[in-house]
Every structure is written in structure tokens, then in C-alpha cells.
């Protein structure tokens, strides 16, 4: 039973904290609020596998992190999930991005996460290979790179 999702600086929001009880949880909210976002990352902790699109992470100063928590009822034994996301900006081009990203009102608009899905489905459909991936959105080539490599 998952009974506590943390998530920093992955997805839309800047932090996420929630315990989950032992009885229902019910999230409600208008469309694009993050309903079945929550959902594909409590999927990706306990199998390891996006279902359709991966939550990518913000670039900032903060590593992004999932962290879930886990307690077996049978047992009694609990686990944690936790993945940080490491991409390296190098320092002399960090202030330099981020004032971009910032100027350009770019950093966590929706229509930025929805162009990134869209690279990525292309990339997962054949439409689009590694490289052409690495040209038009670089972060989520290298991590597909890094991905293949564990």
C-alpha cells in the first residue's frame, strides 16, 4: 500500500507532499490539474516503467526527485522509491538557461511539458530517431541515453 508520495521539482508543481491513509483517496480537480500525473508516477514507482509519457523534470538549481513510500499489510515490511534526476548544465551556462527559460516565460508553462511529451511520443511511436530527439529536445534525449544505459 503507498502510503506517502513526495515529488520535488518533477512535473508542473514545484513540490508535492502527500500521506495517504489506509482508507480511499479521492483526488478531484479541474482537467490539467495533475490527477492522472499522480497516477503515472505511483505506476512508474512501483514497476520501474512510464505508462505513456515520463514526468520530466524542471531544470534547477534543486535535484528533482520521486519519492514514494510503501508498506506491505501482509508483512509489515515498507519500502521506499526513490529517483533523482542528475542532468548536468554545466555552471558557466546555468545562470544563462535559466534566465532564458525565465525571460521567455518558458520554465513550467504547460504548453513547453505538453511540446516535450509530444518530442518523446514521437521518439517512442519511430517517428523520430535518438538524434533527432537530441536536436529538438536535448534533456529528454539524454535521458532516454541514460535510461538505456541501466
Not at 480537480?29 to 497516477?39: R, V, W, Y
Not at 531544470?59 to 526513490?82: A, D, V
Request: charged fraction near 30%; include cysteine; hydrophobic fraction near 35%.
Amino acid at each position: 500500500m503507498l502510503t506517502e508520495l513526495h515529488l520535488k521539482r518533477v512535473g508542473p508543481a514545484p513540490q508535492f507532499d502527500v500521506k495517504i491513509g489506509e482508507r480511499l483517496k479521492i483526488f478531484t480537480g479541474d482537467n490539467g490539474l495533475g490527477k492522472t500525473f499522480l497516477l503515472d508516477v505511483i505506476w512508474y514507482s512501483l514497476t520501474g516503467t512510464w505508462v505513456d509519457n515520463p514526468a520530466f523534470p524542471q531544470l534547477t538549481e534543486e535535484t528533482p526527485q520521486i519519492c514514494c513510500k510503501f508498506i506491505n499489510q501482509t508483512t509489515g515490511e515498507s519500502k521506499t522509491f526513490l529517483r533523482s534526476f542528475d542532468f548536468e548544465v554545466p555552471p558557466e551556462q546555468r545562470q544563462r538557461a535559466d534566465f532564458t527559460l525565465q525571460r521567455l516565460r518558458l520554465r513550467d508553462d504547460e504548453r513547453v511539458i505538453r511540446q516535450r511529451q509530444q518530442w518523446y511520443q514521437l521518439y517512442l511511436d519511430g517517428d523520430l530517431t535518438l538524434e533527432g530527439l537530441e536536436k529538438k529536445a536535448p534533456l529528454i534525449a539524454r535521458a532516454v541515453r541514460k535510461h538505456q544505459q541501466s
